[in-house]
C-alpha cells in the first residue's frame, strides 16, 4: 500500500513540473531585426538578442562602442513593461541583452519598444522567425514613444524580409522619396503595404505589441487598423479672474494668426521642391504637432486655462512661422543664406521699435508693460545667441525655429504693450529702487545653479531668464530683471524637489495652498497679480492632468505632478515680487515729468501733464518716494508676511485634518470594493499601502512640537513684534515732523 501511495506521489509530482514547465514555458534565446538611420536618413539594420534564463531580475547588457549610453535604461523599461502584461515572469528570470551591428551607432531609446516586442514575444514562447519588427522609444509601464526616421526604417524592414512592421501611435503619415527624387505624403501603412507588400500597424501599449506579436501575420487586415486616438484629458472649466480677460483676446488672435498659416501651410509642402525627405518629415511633423496645439488650445481656452491655451497658440504659431519661411525659400537652411540674413536684420529691427514703443506702456497696468519686456530682452538674447554662434545647430531646421522663437517673442511683446496702453495714466517706469533686489536674485540663483547637478545646470528655461535677468539689469530695467530672476528662481527651487526618484504628491499640494488666496472672489475681481494667477491656473491644469492619469499611465502622472510644482512654486515667487512692485507704485509719491527734447536736455520740469510739449520733445516720468511712506510700505510688508504665515499655517492645519478623514472614509470604501470583487487583492493591497502612507505622513506632521523648536518659534515672534514696533515708532516720529 504504502509503495503505491508513494508512486502516485512521485507521478503526481512529475505531473506538476511537466504542468510548470508548459504554463511557463519560454524561448531562452531569441533574435529580431532591429532599424536605424543614419546622416543621409538612409535606414540600417542590426541584430538585437536577447537571452533568459532563471534567475531574481537582473539586467545585463553587452554595450559595445556603437551602442548609444542611454541602451541600458531602454533595456530596464523594456523589462518592466513586458512582466507588466506577464506577471508570472516577474523577478524569475535574467535577462541578457546584445545589440550586433556594424553601423556608426545605435540609438538607445529608439530600440526600446523592440527589445519589449521580443522579450514578451519570447516569454510567450513565440517565435517571430525574422518576420516582425517595431521602432519607438518604450516607458517602463509600457507606453510607445516618437522616434525619426520611421519611413526609411521602414523601407529597410521591407528590404531584409520584414512582413509586419510597428510603429508608434500618431506617426501613420510620412514623407517618401519616392523613384523620381522627390518627396511626398504618404499614408505609411497603406503605401507600404501596397507598394511593397509590408504591412504596418500603429501601437501605443505594449498591450497592442503583445496582440500583434502573438497574431498570425496573415490574419492582420490593414484596412481595419485605423489610426489610434491617443487617451487625453481635459480638466473642467474653472473661474478665472478679471485680470486675465486681455490673455483671452490675445490667445484668439494667435489662433486666428496660426490656422491662416496653417490653411496654405499643407499644400506648400506638397508641392515643394525640396527633395531631402528628412526635412520634408520635420515640417510634416511640425504641421502635425501645430494642428494639436490649435485644438488643444481652444479647448484651453474654453476651459478657462489661459496660459495653457495661450502656450499651445504660441508654439502652434512658432512651428507654422517656421513651415512657411522654409516651404517659400528652402535656401533660408543653407549655412550663408541671404534671406536668412535678411530675416535676422528684420527682427532686430523689430525688437528696436519695440523697445522704444515699451516706453509709452502705463502704471495702471504695469503688470503687462513688465511682461512686453521680458519677451522684449528673450528676443534680444535668442538673435545675439544665432549671430554669436551662426553655425551652432547643425539641424536646419532647428536654425529657423531658433529665429521664429525670436520673432514670436517680439509680436507677443506687441500684443501685451497693447494690454499695457492707457492713455489716462502716466507711462511706467522702471525704478532703481529695485536695483539691489533684483542683483541680489541674480547671485542667489547663480549660486545655487553651481551646486545643482549638470543637467538641472543646463535647463533652458532656467538659463534664459537668469540671463534675460542679467540683460535688463543693465539695461536699467530693475523691475523687469527682479520678475525674470524670481521666475527663474521659481523653477530653479523646484528642481530639487522634482529631480528626486520619487515625488511626494503633498509637496505640490502645500505650494499650492499657500496661494490659495489667489482663487477667492475678492482675487478674482481685481486686475492686479496677472502672471502669479496665470500659472497657478497652469499648475492646477497639470495637477488635474496627474490625478486622472494617477492610476492609468504612471509616466504620464509622474511629468504631470512634477511640471505642476515647478509651476506653482514659479507662481508663488512671482506673487511675492508682484506685490512688492505695486507696493512700491502705489505709494510712489509725487509723479515728476521731465520734459527733454530729441538732445535729451531738460527743458522743463512739472508737476501735472496738461501742458502740451512741441514734437520735438518727450516726458519721462520719474517717481519719488517720500521716507515716512517707504517706512509704511516696510511695515505694510511685513504685516502682510507674518499674517499670510498665520492664514496659511490654519489653512494647513484645516486641510491635514479634512484630508485624514478623507483618506480613512477611502478605506473604508476599498474595502467594500474588495468584499464586493470590484477590485483585485494586488489593486487592493497597492492602494491600501498608499493611503496608509499618506496618513502617517499626516500624523507625522501633527506631532507636538519639540521643546527646542517651541523657543526657536517664540524667539522669531519675539523679533518680528520688535520689527514692527520699531518700524511702527520711526513712522509715528516722520508724521511728527511733518
Known amino acids: 500500500m504504502g509503495k503505491k501511495m508513494n508512486k502516485k506521489i512521485i507521478f503526481v509530482f512529475i505531473f506538476l513540473i511537466l504542468m510548470s514547465t508548459s504554463i511557463f514555458a519560454y524561448l531562452p534565446k531569441a533574435q529580431m531585426k532591429i532599424f536605424a538611420v543614419n546622416s543621409t536618413n538612409t535606414g540600417m539594420d542590426a541584430n538585437l538578442v536577447i537571452e533568459i534564463k532563471p534567475g531574481t531580475g537582473k ?84 507606453y510607445v514613444g516618437d522616434v525619426g526616421g520611421i519611413a526609411a526604417k521602414a523601407k529597410k524592414a521591407n528590404d531584409v524580409g520584414i512582413k509586419l512592421f510597428m510603429i508608434p501611435a500618431g506617426s501613420r503619415r510620412q514623407a517618401i522619396t519616392n523613384d523620381s527624387g522627390n518627396s511626398q505624403l504618404v499614408d505609411l501603412p497603406e ?49 478665472y479672474s478679471v485680470a486675465l480677460t486681455p490673455m483671452r483676446g490675445i490667445v484668439d488672435k494667435y489662433l486666428i494668426d496660426a490656422n491662416n498659416i496653417l490653411s496654405r501651410t499643407e499644400d506648400s509642402i506638397n508641392n515643394s521642391k525640396i527633395k531631402d525627405s528628412s526635412i520634408v518629415q520635420s515640417l510634416l511633423s511640425l504641421v ?13 481656452s474654453a476651459n478657462n486655462y489661459m496660459y495653457t491655451a495661450a502656450n499651445e497658440a504660441f508654439l502652434a504659431k512658432t512651428y507654422l512661422i517656421t513651415i512657411d519661411e522654409i516651404v517659400n525659400n528652402p535656401s533660408i537652411m543653407s549655412e550663408d543664406s541671404t534671406i536668412y540674413n535678411l530675416r535676422i536684420q528684420e527682427v532686430e529691427n523689430k525688437i528696436t521699435l519695440t523697445e522704444n514703443r515699451s516706453k509709452f506702456c502705463s502704471l495702471d497696468r504695469l503688470e503687462w508693460c513688465i511682461s512686453a519686456k521680458q519677451r522684449i530682452v528673450w528676443a534680444k538674447n535668442k538673435i545675439k545667441n544665432i549671430k554669436a554662434s551662426p553655425s551652432a545647430t547643425s539641424a536646419p531646421v532647428d536654425k529657423i525655429m531658433d529665429y521664429s522663437y525670436a520673432l514670436a517673442w517680439i509680436e507677443i511683446a506687441n500684443d501685451f504693450l497693447d494690454a499695457g496702453m492707457n492713455n489716462n495714466s502716466p507711462n511706467f517706469v522702471e525704478s532703481s529702487e529695485f536695483k539691489d533686489l533684483a542683483q541680489k536674485y541674480i547671485v542667489d540663483i547663480e549660486n545655487e545653479i553651481v551646486l545643482l547637478d549638470a543637467a538641472a545646470a543646463k535647463d533652458e528655461d532656467i538659463l534664459r531668464r537668469l540671463n534675460a535677468a542679467k540683460t535688463n539689469y543693465e539695461m536699467g530695467w530693475y523691475v523687469t530683471a527682479l ?36 482663487k477667492t472672489p475678492k482675487a478674482n475681481s481685481e486686475s492686479i497679480n496677472v502672471w502669479s494667477k496665470l500659472y497657478y491656473d497652469h499648475g ?31 507662481s508663488n515667487e512671482l506673487y511675492i515680487v508682484e506685490n512688492l512692485v505695486h507696493e512700491y507704485y502705489n505709494n510712489a509719491g509725487n509723479i515728476v515729468v521731465e520734459v527733454v527734447d530729441n538732445k535729451n536736455k531738460k527743458v522743463v520740469s512739472e508737476n501735472n501733464t496738461s501742458s502740451k510739449p512741441n514734437n520735438t520733445t518727450e516726458k519721462v516720468y520719474v517717481y519719488s518716494k517720500d521716507k515716512d511712506q517707504k517706512n509704511t510700505t516696510i511695515l505694510y510688508v511685513i504685516v502682510a508676511g507674518l499674517f499670510l504665515i498665520i492664514i496659511s499655517i490654519v489653512i494647513e492645519l484645516e486641510r491635514y485634518n479634512s484630508k485624514k478623514g478623507k483618506i480613512q472614509k477611502a478605506l473604508l470604501e476599498l474595502e467594500q470594493k474588495l468584499s464586493e470583487g470590484h477590485i483585485s487583492k494586488f489593486t487592493y493591497e497597492d492602494m491600501k499601502k498608499s493611503y496608509l502612507k499618506e496618513i502617517n505622513a499626516i500624523e507625522e506632521k501633527g506631532k507636538p512640537i519639540p521643546s527646542h523648536l517651541k523657543q526657536q518659534v517664540i524667539e522669531k515672534e519675539e523679533k518680528s513684534k520688535k520689527n514692527i514696533k520699531s518700524v511702527v515708532k520711526k513712522v509715528t516720529e516722520v508724521k511728527k515732523k511733518r
Do not use: C, H
Request: proline fraction near 1%; charged fraction near 25%; hydrophobic fraction near 35%.
Open 288 to 300: 502635425d504637432y501645430s494642428k494639436e496645439a490649435i485644438t488643444q488650445a481652444k479647448k484651453y
Open 483 to 518: 520678475y525674470d530672476a524670481a521666475s527663474a528662481k521659481g523653477i530653479l527651487l523646484s528642481r530639487k524637489e522634482v529631480d528626486k526618484e520619487s515625488f511626494d504628491e503633498n509637496v505640490f499640494l502645500i505650494s499650492y495652498n499657500e496661494l490659495s488666496i489667489l
Open 540 to 570: 492646477l491644469f497639470y495637477y488635474k492632468n496627474y490625478l486622472y492619469y494617477k492610476n492609468k499611465n504612471t509616466t504620464k502622472a509622474d511629468g504631470a505632478i512634477k511640471t505642476a510644482y515647478s509651476v506653482v512654486s514659479l
Open 59 to 142: 539586467v545585463f547588457s553587452n554595450v559595445n562602442a556603437q551602442v548609444g549610453s542611454t541602451t541600458q535604461e531602454s533595456e530596464r523599461n523594456a523589462v518592466n513593461a513586458a512582466e507588466r502584461i506577464n506577471p508570472e515572469a516577474k523577478d524569475k528570470y535574467d535577462y541578457f541583452f546584445e545589440i550586433q551591428s556594424v553601423a556608426s551607432s545605435i540609438d538607445g531609446p529608439s530600440a526600446g519598444a523592440a527589445m519589449a516586442l521580443l522579450i514578451t514575444s519570447m516569454l510567450n514562447d513565440k517565435d517571430l522567425s525574422g518576420k516582425v519588427s517595431i521602432t519607438g522609444t518604450i516607458t517602463e509601464d509600457g
Open 191 to 239: 503605401y507600404a503595404y501596397t507598394t511593397w507588400g509590408l504591412k504596418v500597424v500603429e501601437v501605443e501599449t505594449i498591450e497592442d505589441i503583445k496582440k500583434y506579436a502573438v497574431m498570425d501575420i496573415a490574419n492582420i487586415d490593414i484596412n481595419n487598423t485605423a489610426a489610434i486616438e491617443k487617451d487625453e484629458y481635459i480638466p473642467e472649466t474653472i473661474e
